[in-house]
């Protein structure tokens, strides 16, 4: 991969996390951090193709990565900026540090997600940095995957949207629609969203081995900071989200397990 592409991406990365830390001090909410993620992999994106060389497909990438990112952060936005309170788990990290919070936040929790960002867009830099980029079998799939993921992403953000404000549902367990098939359509199409910008660059000749990419967001989705993480705290909270955990998977989306019921 072009240095010319790499390090600039890497430096408008480092900014916008470093600005959005200085928000969260200014509101005391280190939450904020889940606003910038999707925010990070657009910088990523254009950079990438204003620095690089500009073919088509990184055009093509960098569109659709907006498209993502930006729905990502407006969704998150929304949520996060209407809670009076800062998410639990940044208030637990915050308890166990009193005093030096604000300062190790930023290399802990903005810097390293800047980091993270940058790790997971390999593709796209990647794709930059590529002299030629044609648009072939390949990244037409890609495309493809691309919209699947994003699909199950926002309608599945959508509906759980319109679950929790429907009074006739309060104290329920989210269980239809797309979150019958899995507990978490959203982050079953964050993973496959960018499996498909994965195809779509080396269809158009980025290098392979940045499958690490999609592999790394993938791992994080499911075993660190996505799935893992939440269900660990809503199976203690909420007794009943435990019975619709043994009869709905987990991640991939497939038809529930008969014979079990809340």
């Known amino acids: 991969m072009d240095s010319s592409v790499v390090l600039p ?39 990438s193709y204003l620095s690089g060389h ?95 993921g994003l699909a199950f992403e926002a309608i599945g953000d959508a509906q759980l949207t319109a679950f929790r404000r429907d009074p006739s549902t309060s104290g329920q367990e989210m269980d239809r629609g797309l979150w019958k098939y899995t507990r978490h359509p959203n982050y079953f199409g964050d993973a496959t969203v960018w499996w498909g910008l994965w195809l779509i660059a080396v269809g158009s000749g980025a290098a392979g081995w940045t499958f690490a990419g999609p592999l790394l967001m993938s791992y994080l989705i499911v075993r660190v900071s996505g799935v893992k993480m939440l269900e660990a705290d809503m199976a203690e909270r909420r007794p009943a989200y435990r019975h619709y955990m043994e009869r709905t998977s987990a991640f991939i989306p497939r038809p529930p397990k008969k014979g079990v019921t809340s």
Request: charged share 15%; glycine share 10%; net charge positive.
């Open 9 to 47: 991406a890497g430096a408008a990365t480092f900014v916008v996390a470093g600005l959005f830390w200085l928000f969260s001090l200014a509101r005391r909410d280190a939450g904020v951090a889940d606003i910038a993620w999707g925010l990070l992999f657009v910088v990523i994106a254009w950079t």
């Open 54 to 148: 500009g073919n088509t497909p990184m055009l093509i990438a960098a569109l659709l990565t907006s498209v993502w990112g930006l729905r990502l952060t407006l969704h998150i936005g929304r949520r996060n900026l209407a809670e009076a309170e800062e998410d639990r788990r940044y208030t637990r990290m915050r308890r166990k540090r009193p005093g030096v919070f604000w300062i190790w936040s930023l290399p802990m929790v903005f810097l390293l997600q800047g980091a993270l960002a940058m790790l997971v867009a390999m593709p796209l830099y990647s794709l930059g940095s590529a002299d030629q980029g044609s648009v072939g079998i390949i990244s037409l799939l890609g495309i493809l995957v691309f919209l699947t």
